[in-house]
Structure formats: C-alpha cells, structure tokens
C-alpha cells in the first residue's frame, strides 16, 4: 500500500496510482471526509483508457495517519505539493471537488504551477460562501459556525439527512441506488471527528477571490445548479468570473455528488479539457 510522508510536519499519507505511468497525469483531490473512493466512477475508467490517475488521502481521512494539526489550507496544500514532488509529476491536470478546490487553488497560489498544467473545480467550495467584501451576497459567518457546531453536535444524522440533496435525488437522470446512497454515508465516517470538523471550519473565514484572479493556467469550472452544499452563484458562477480566461460548464440537474449522477459527463469534460 503506497505511502508518502508530508514535508511539512512528516504525516504518513496514502495515495493511490491507477493506470499507465507514461499516460496523462490527473490528481484528484478529495472533497470532505472522503477518500480517494470518492473518484471510482472517473478514476477507474479514465486509467483504463490509458490516463495516469492518482489521488491522496488528506490527513485524517480514509487510510492516512490521524493527527491533530494541519487542517488549515496552507498545510493541507503542502501535503498536495509533497505528493507531486514524491512523484515527481509534471504537466498534470489537477481536478478538486468542493473542498478540494480551495487546497487545489492554495497549492498554485502558494508553489505555483511548475508542475500543474490545467485546474478542473468540480463543485467547488472555492471562492468561499462567507459574506465578505468580495462577496456581499455571502452567508453570515455566524450563520456557518452555527451549522458546523450542528455538524459537530452529531456528524451521522448530518451524513444521514444530507445524502438527498448531496445528490439532488428526486431530479430527472440522478439515480443513486439506496444501496450506494449508504455506501457514501459510510464513507464520510472515514474522516475522523477531529478531521472533519477541522476541515469545516474552514468556511468560517474562507474568502480565496484574490487568489482565484493570480490563477494563471487554464480552467475548467463545472458546477452543478441544484448544488445546495455550495451554492453556484456564491461559488462556481464567482470563480469562473474571477478566474482569467476560464470555462465554465453548467450540469443541469446537477446536485454536489455530480460526479456519481452525472460521472460520463464529467469524464467526456475531463477528456475535452486534457485534449484527448
């Protein structure tokens, strides 16, 4: 089982590497409390059509080591960063979901994109949903902590209640089974409770438009318009905006779990985008 050690504090993470070591390189980040399982309906058939697809484990999540710091976005994208340089990538397209964005835009921000030829934000959390100056339409940061001290309160109703509008069940062409439905439920139990209320608190204070206007490749923005975890109008529709240059791809129907309900979309996007 592979492994690699943060250059930031030495934390054990795990990854996985699928596919071809000469093909086209896609790191997918994670969204919270997920592993790399998350990525199955991507990371799976894009390997076995040749593409090299390799994703971690953020600390405290999945089959990573269990610690107590370094759940601010600095050290989370350093972690990123020493998973590049372990594998010494380059020319790689890098694809975050909802949280994932925000660790995927701090990493260019921060060690800049040497390695990193092309972004993909899926549902993303990045710019932030926390009212600001650059956002006035946000949500108020008292409005967050309080829905985080219910998170923290009692996770398993939160993944339990959630999982609908997680994949805006209901909608024509989002077929989850209920079996897999509680298969995504159990996979959120595989952050543990210090990770995943760390990682939440984030939102809190999490306002990245300066850094989405310093991005300099080029993006891809998907973003689904039924998403109720991060709205589109505070997150997808602002980043594409902010990003110079960007796309933007709207998927109807679209809840935060798109790349289950709407997974062949994503991967024909995610081919577009590489050039293959």
Not at 135 to 154: C, H, K, S, V, Y
Not at 213 to 226: A, N, Q, S, Y
Request: net charge negative; aromatic share 10%.
């Amino acid at each position: 089982m592979p492994y690699f050690t943060s250059y930031t504090d030495g934390t054990k993470l795990h990854f996985i590497d699928y596919g071809p070591a000469e093909g086209p390189t896609l790191v997918f980040v994670n969204a919270a409390y997920f592993g790399t399982e998350m990525w199955e309906f991507q990371m799976l058939p894009l390997a076995c059509e040749g593409y090299r697809c390799i994703g971690l484990d953020r600390r405290g999540h999945g089959k990573s080591e269990d610690v107590w710091d370094g759940y601010d976005l600095d050290t989370l994208a350093d972690d990123l960063g020493s998973l590049l340089d372990h594998l010494d990538l380059h020319d790689v397209t890098l694809i975050g979901h909802s949280i994932g964005t925000t660790e995927s835009v701090r990493y260019l921000t921060r060690h800049g994109s040497e390695r990193v030829a092309r972004l993909a934000l899926v549902a993303g959390m990045a710019p932030g949903i926390v009212r600001s100056d650059d956002n006035p339409d946000g949500l108020p940061a008292e409005a967050i902590e309080a829905a985080n001290e219910t998170f923290r309160r009692d996770r398993a109703e939160f993944f339990s209640s959630g999982v609908e509008d997680y994949f805006a069940l209901g909608l024509p062409g989002n077929d989850v089974s209920a079996a897999y439905a509680q298969k995504v439920v159990r996979d959120c139990h595989g952050a543990t409770a210090r990770a995943a209320t760390a990682i939440v608190a984030n939102f809190v204070t999490l306002e990245m438009a300066p850094e989405l206007r310093k991005v300099d490749v080029p993006t891809l923005v998907i973003h689904g318009d039924k998403d109720a975890s991060a709205p589109i109008d505070l997150t997808g529709r602002r980043a594409a905006a902010l990003i110079p240059g960007s796309v933007f791809k709207l998927y109807e129907n679209g809840g935060h779990g798109l790349y289950v309900t709407h997974a062949e979309q994503l991967n024909a996007d995610l081919r577009e985008f590489t050039g293959r």
